[in-house]
């Protein structure tokens, strides 16, 4: 599927639905979920006791099912033979996606005789596909004047995601409701103080951040995606009670870890070829990780509590990932036996409520991904696992068998692919099933023509996290291959958002985004369905990852403009921004290129960040706290010019979600978690949840280019299945070269519960309004002036002003 000319065809089939689509009434069944009063006739709000077609129930659920029909210039609700509503294009205020729940919600606006907005949300079989017709019919509508021809207003009509999925741009930080692991209110957070000691023990010890791309994190996902366990270096163990060793294991040592499958427990202690120690998850009753690395303290590790009384306790030589491994299989066993996680875990959670387009509700049932592995036509390879069926019990379509793999003469000579037989490998077919969530045939832009070509995707569930891989075909994933053949590795918890419509002009139909912090990944699916299914499984993939934190750093080469620390070398690209998990080291990078670190910024630290435009250049202002109560009036304004200001502030943006969703579960079993949630909301003190601090985040007019990677030429990688390439920016909003900067904005609560849910703003082409502060409530204010430093910084390529002489 898809060569260099699929993409032309799809764009010249694009334009031509366009001007057609018009002509033509298109009907969705629907589930009617929620309406204002006014939107729905009182005396149709009954219609119990109707039944519905089975078909219609089957792909909708249950509910109150109606029939959207989509017309040249309105779309109207149907039930039966009576209509329920009709609403004009013209009047529509937003359109909210909701795609993991494939929902729709219609806002129209208020008028001078009715003020409040009115508003009905439905449910569909595909909702992809209804935005993707929605968008044809206003690119229609307005391409033929049909608003102004009816005598109506011109259609302004912007575009809402829910959860993860975002528009063409980048979602605003903090504004969206992520997915809540935890039983607990969504916003509740320990002490400043405390927040910032944790991150502080984390970044001085087992946390200290890997080198960029250089993730002990992946290398374990990847060991248990091809061995089927996670293996830790054991040092040294004691069990409690007895003395303890002398010394180290004069063997190599390791400990085992997975879900049990098999032949293979869940637990398994090895010391050279002698298996010392096996065991089940039930026969785990307990663990307790001691971790005290910042400490100075080297005899690091986990004890297991056995059924049979014995505790033994390993000391490993990375212990941040050793208790993220055992916590993982423990949820995940408790999980299966009905029980609640451990507290304050960050891994192997599942999602316990999302915010939908009616507000936060308990989770839906984790959505089924396919287990069965077909070839390139579509013929069935492997049978996967049924459901809950045993893996013994399922059928094997092509396990004892051989067959030939095709390939093109080009590939053969240019990538060294050669016609090849494959054989199901039995080992990594015991645990297969128990490691993938979905797998499929995706479209992938690359080789040396740069043409989309089909690539075997798989997404997988470990103890690190979830990881998307995909391969050159399906014979050389690790079921058919014993040899690591991974083209890519996409480490879902990486994500920032993730986009239903690529914004990639020339890939295919069915296209999608998913944009992390480091690039860009656009893959397309082969139909409407398929690409539903993927986006489903993925999403849901990054909510349970919502606490699950990289290992690694990303390093930005800065040039101070402004320093009041006195410690960085000024006009210079000699300071690099090291962002990791636990915040931002701000180093010196000597001539020797080694980074000595000056100082370190907790997220607790920022107080509010903001980029700067001057003459086409960019720059990242940043306020941060200097005393160790927070108070605003003691703060450091910091501006460093960087060309990669756009990806430095996502970077952070995203790390401080992520803390803040690591802190929110650290709150579990605490005495005041507890007092909180029993107490009225209305009594709560805020003070006590540490919401107070504070942000300052990117409006619509500080971003620089829809390319939130700012990836340049000369960073592109040499691979020849990459297809990023570098795109210039637009010019910078004629606001921004104006003033020289954007405005600064107020401080915000990082979580601030709502009592009703307002999705994240994202506006999309070419219909859309752009945001403006009088649009959008969630738009900073201006700060007062007493907490502002510096309102106008210097320019980024002249040296700040000098102060004003002293009075006489």
């Known amino acids: 599927m898809g060569v260099g000319g699929s993409t032309a065809s799809a764009a010249s089939e694009e334009k031509i639905a366009v001007q057609n689509i018009g002509h033509f009434d298109h009907r969705y069944d629907a589930v009617l979920v929620a309406s204002s009063e006014d939107m729905v006739a009182a005396e149709a709000l009954g219609g119990s006791g109707r039944s519905y077609p089975a078909d219609v129930v089957a792909k909708l659920g249950e509910g109150r099912i109606v029939v959207m029909m989509m017309r040249f210039d309105k779309v109207e609700l149907v039930e039966g033979e009576a209509s329920l509503c009709v609403i004009a294009y013209s009047n529509l205020k937003t359109l909210e996606w909701d795609h993991a729940m494939s929902g729709v919600k219609l806002v129209v606006s208020g008028t001078k005789d009715r003020p409040r907005e009115s508003y009905v949300v439905l449910r569909v079989a595909n909702s992809l596909e209804l935005e993707s017709e929605a968008k044809l019919r206003l690119r229609g509508l307005a391409q033929a004047g049909g608003a102004q021809r009816g005598g109506g207003p011109a259609i302004n009509l912007q575009f809402n995601y829910v959860g993860v999925f975002a528009g063409p741009t980048k979602p605003k930080p903090f504004q969206r409701k992520r997915a809540?692991?935890?039983?607990?209110?969504?916003?509740?957070?320990?002490?400043?103080?405390?927040?910032?000691?944790?991150?502080?023990?984390?970044?001085?010890?087992?946390?200290?951040?890997?080198?960029?791309?250089?993730?002990?994190?992946?290398?374990?996902?990847?060991?248990?995606i091809h061995k089927g366990v996670t293996s830790l270096t054991v040092v040294s163990t004691q069990e409690r009670g007895k003395p303890a060793a002398s010394a180290m294991l004069a063997v190599e040592s390791r400990l085992e870890l997975c879900r049990g499958y098999a032949d293979v427990p869940g637990v398994r202690y090895v010391e050279g070829h002698r298996v010392v120690l096996e065991a089940s998850w039930d026969e785990v009753v307990g663990y307790e990780v001691l971790d005290r690395a910042h400490q100075g303290e080297h005899a690091n590790g986990v004890e297991?509590?056995?059924?049979?009384?014995?505790?033994?306790?390993?000391?490993?030589?990375?212990?941040?990932?050793?208790?993220?491994?055992?916590?993982?299989?423990?949820?995940?066993?408790?999980?299966?036996?009905?029980?609640?996680?451990?507290?304050?875990?960050?891994?192997?959670?599942?999602?316990?409520?999302?915010?939908?387009?009616?507000?936060?509700?308990?989770?839906?049932?984790?959505?089924?991904?396919?287990?069965?592995?077909?070839?390139?036509?579509?013929?069935?390879?492997?049978?996967?696992?049924?459901?809950?069926?045993?893996?013994?019990?399922?059928?094997?379509?092509?396990?004892?068998?051989?067959?030939?793999?095709?390939?093109?003469?080009?590939?053969?000579?240019?990538?060294?692919?050669?016609?090849?037989?494959?054989?199901?490998?039995?080992?990594?077919?015991?645990?297969?099933?128990?490691?993938?969530?979905?797998?499929?045939?995706?479209?992938?832009?690359?080789?040396?023509?740069?043409?989309?070509?089909?690539?075997?995707?798989?997404?997988?569930?470990?103890?690190?996290?979830?990881?998307?891989?995909?391969?050159?075909?399906?014979?050389?994933?690790?079921?058919?291959?014993?040899?690591?053949?991974?083209?890519?590795?996409?480490?879902?918890?990486?994500?920032?958002?993730?986009?239903?419509?690529?914004?990639?002009?020339?890939?295919?139909?069915?296209?999608?985004?998913?944009?992390?912090?480091?690039?860009?990944?656009?893959?397309?699916?082969?139909?409407?369905?398929?690409?539903?299914?993927?986006?489903?499984?993925?999403?849901?993939?990054?909510?349970?990852?919502?606490?699950?934190?990289?290992?690694?750093?990303?390093?930005?080469?800065?040039?101070?403009?402004?320093?009041?620390?006195?410690?960085?070398?000024?006009?210079?690209?000699?300071?690099?921004?090291?962002?990791?998990?636990?915040?931002?080291?701000?180093?010196?990078?000597?001539?020797?290129?080694?980074?000595?670190?000056?100082?370190?910024?907790?997220?607790?630290?920022?107080?509010?960040?903001?980029?700067?435009?001057?003459?086409?250049?960019?720059?990242?202002?940043?306020?941060?706290?200097?005393?160790?109560?927070?108070?605003?009036?003691?703060?450091?304004?910091f501006l460093f010019r960087t060309r990669d200001a756009v990806k430095l502030a996502t970077a952070i943006e995203f790390y401080i979600e992520k803390f803040m969703a690591a802190m929110h579960l650290y709150l579990e079993g605490t005495t005041a978690a507890l007092a909180n949630d029993a107490a009225p909301r209305a009594a709560r003190d805020p003070a006590?949840?540490?919401?107070?601090?504070?942000?300052?985040?990117?409006?619509?007019?500080?971003?620089?280019?829809?390319?939130?990677?700012?990836?340049?030429?000369?960073?592109?990688?040499?691979?020849?299945?990459?297809?990023?390439?570098?795109?210039?920016?637009?010019?910078?909003?004629a606001a921004a070269e104006k003033n020289g900067h954007n405005n600064i904005g107020s401080i915000l609560d990082l979580f601030t519960v709502e009592e009703t849910a307002q999705p994240a703003t994202a506006p999309d082409d070419p219909f859309a309004n752009s945001l403006h502060a009088t649009d959008d409530p969630f738009a900073p204010q201006p700060l007062d002036p007493v907490f502002v430093k510096d309102p106008v910084p210097p320019p980024l390529d002249e040296p700040p002003p000098p102060p004003p002489p002293p009075p006489q």
């Open 180 to 224: 809540n692991l935890s039983q607990h209110e969504q916003g509740k957070l320990p002490q400043l103080a405390t927040m910032r000691d944790l991150a502080l023990a984390r970044h001085t010890g087992s946390g200290a951040p890997t080198r960029s791309n250089d993730s002990r994190r992946q290398r374990l996902a990847l060991h248990e």
């Open 304 to 637: 297991l509590h056995l059924a049979d009384g014995r505790s033994i306790f390993f000391v490993v030589l990375d212990v941040l990932h050793a208790g993220h491994a055992v916590e993982h299989f423990w949820n995940r066993h408790a999980l299966a036996k009905n029980r609640e996680p451990m507290p304050k875990s960050t891994h192997g959670r599942v999602v316990v409520k999302v915010t939908t387009l009616e507000g936060e509700v308990a989770a839906p049932p984790r959505p089924r991904g396919d287990l069965d592995v077909v070839d390139e036509s579509g013929v069935l390879v492997r049978a996967g696992a049924d459901g809950d069926r045993p893996l013994s019990t399922r059928s094997l379509a092509s396990s004892a068998s051989s067959a030939k793999r095709k390939s093109t003469l080009v590939g053969s000579y240019v990538k060294g692919k050669k016609p090849s037989d494959w054989r199901l490998n039995p080992r990594v077919d015991k645990f297969w099933d128990h490691v993938v969530k979905h797998q499929g045939w995706l479209l992938k832009k690359g080789g040396v023509a740069k043409t989309w070509i089909k690539r075997y995707a798989v997404l997988y569930s470990t103890a690190m996290g979830h990881f998307l891989c995909y391969y050159a075909d399906f014979a050389k994933s690790p079921l058919f291959h014993a040899e690591e053949r991974e083209r890519r590795v996409i480490d879902l918890s990486k994500t920032t958002f993730v986009r239903p419509r690529s914004n990639n002009k020339e890939a295919p139909a069915n296209s999608f985004d998913i944009c992390t912090i480091e690039r860009e990944w656009t893959l397309s699916a082969e139909s409407k369905a398929s690409m539903q299914q993927w986006l489903r499984v993925i999403t849901r993939a990054i909510d349970e990852d919502v606490a699950v934190v990289p290992d690694d750093e990303l390093v930005f080469l800065v040039k101070p403009r402004v320093d009041p620390s006195m410690q960085l070398v000024k006009n210079e690209y000699s300071t690099a921004l090291k962002v990791s998990a636990s915040g931002v080291a701000v180093c010196h990078v000597s001539a020797s290129d080694e980074y000595q670190e000056r100082f370190f910024w907790c997220y607790t630290d920022f107080f509010k960040w903001s980029i700067l435009h001057h003459q086409g250049k960019t720059g990242l202002q940043v306020s941060v706290f200097t005393s160790a109560d927070f108070d605003v009036k003691d703060r450091h304004e």
């Open 688 to 733: 006590d949840s540490g919401l107070n601090m504070a942000t300052h985040e990117m409006g619509q007019d500080a971003i620089v280019t829809d390319d939130l990677l700012g990836t340049d030429p000369g960073d592109a990688l040499d691979d020849d299945d990459d297809d990023n390439s570098a795109k210039p920016a637009p010019p910078a909003p």
